[in-house]
């Protein structure tokens, strides 16, 4: 166990003065810049290792193949000692296969019945697929135009003893598992996860499932958030549904055991905004206003050394914001670098016009090769967050979109 790196400081979320609203790649920016990573490094097992991040670039151990070997189920002999025409090549006694090295070296002129995998014997560079042969016990026949070394792998060909197959901030997946396992590998180091807890507020939330007056909703963002965040490889804590009671929320803030706090409602300035203004009394609150459709609040701040993401109450709101800025944010304190979610540019299918002066988030998802938009913009319809594949993004300039004009689609796979 390495140690823990040192917290962020109380000033990490201050935004640049005299900014009215913040463009969202210049709040991005900002937050790329003051955030680093906050967790120790452990060993794990490669069988425990996948959603982790690689907290150091790896070398083979061994090369990949270690050994040349034959890429078919063939027939194996030396290119050089062919003659002109047709080949017949009397056949040595034993075979090459996979996991067993043949021990004896192949004479010139000579041929050996070889598997695929199995390590090159001495004496043969070249091996012919056995579908284009005609073979006894004794011999192989075949055609001219074999080419020199075909059917076979050279030693290393796919990586080299000693270089970097692995970048340090990786999230490991499952390939990237096959590939540390072929080079030598049976655990990895890796960040400890990044724990993140997830509050609701707001003294009209219930819990699903529960009774509910008139006038009460459903906490719909908890489980959004919790469920998202653990796809996203985070360990998600849940910290519960707190009422709009500043000293009921400050009790639960300094008992979270977690390294984040991502709270939904109470973000903004009002009376009932005990969020924000818990954090205004640490000194710590940026309240970020940001040019972003559907988003605002968003009220960031440091709690005792954990930082504060305080996502708008609205589900879509709190969905876009937890992707475009937490997201990012997190994979950072994690360890994994900066996350730019890559989006395709799709033709629209729909039609839609926008002022300049603020980037826009639609609903959306790909059928027949165009995308569609969810019908509604409002920000409270949890139905279209469901509808949706993805999100469609529009520049922060004036937009006059027209169907079959390209836009960007960013999937949700892509924040994950
Ligand atoms: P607030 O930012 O607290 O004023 O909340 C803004 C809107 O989001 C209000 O209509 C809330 O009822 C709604 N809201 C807040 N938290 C949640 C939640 N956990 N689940 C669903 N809706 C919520
Ligand atoms: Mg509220």
Redesign the pocket.
Known sequence: MSLKPPPLRDDCFALPAGVDWTPVDVALAELDARLHPVKAVENVALSVAVGRVLASDIKALRSNPPLPNSAVDGYGFAFAALGEGDQLLPLVKGRAAAGLRFEGRVPEGHAIRILTGAALPDGVDTVILEEDVNASQQAVAFRAGVKPNANTRKAGEDVVKGDICLQAGKRLGAADLALAAAVGHGVLPVYERLKVGVL???D??VEPGQAAQDGQ??????VMLLSLLEQMGFDAVNLG?VR?DREVLRARLNSAEVDVIIT?????A?D??HVSALLRDTGSLNEWRIAIKPGR?LALGVWNGTPVFGL????V??LVCLLVFARPALGKLAGNGWLEPQGFSVPAGFSKRKKAGRREYLRARMRQGRVEVFASEGS?R?SGLSWAEGLVVLPDEAADIAEGDAVTFLPFSSFI
């Open positions: 609701s507020t707001g009209e939330i909703i459903f906490d719909a963002n908890r549904l709009d939904s409602g109470g973000a903004s009002g009932e905004d609040p708008p109450g609205n589900p709101a709190a409270g949890i």
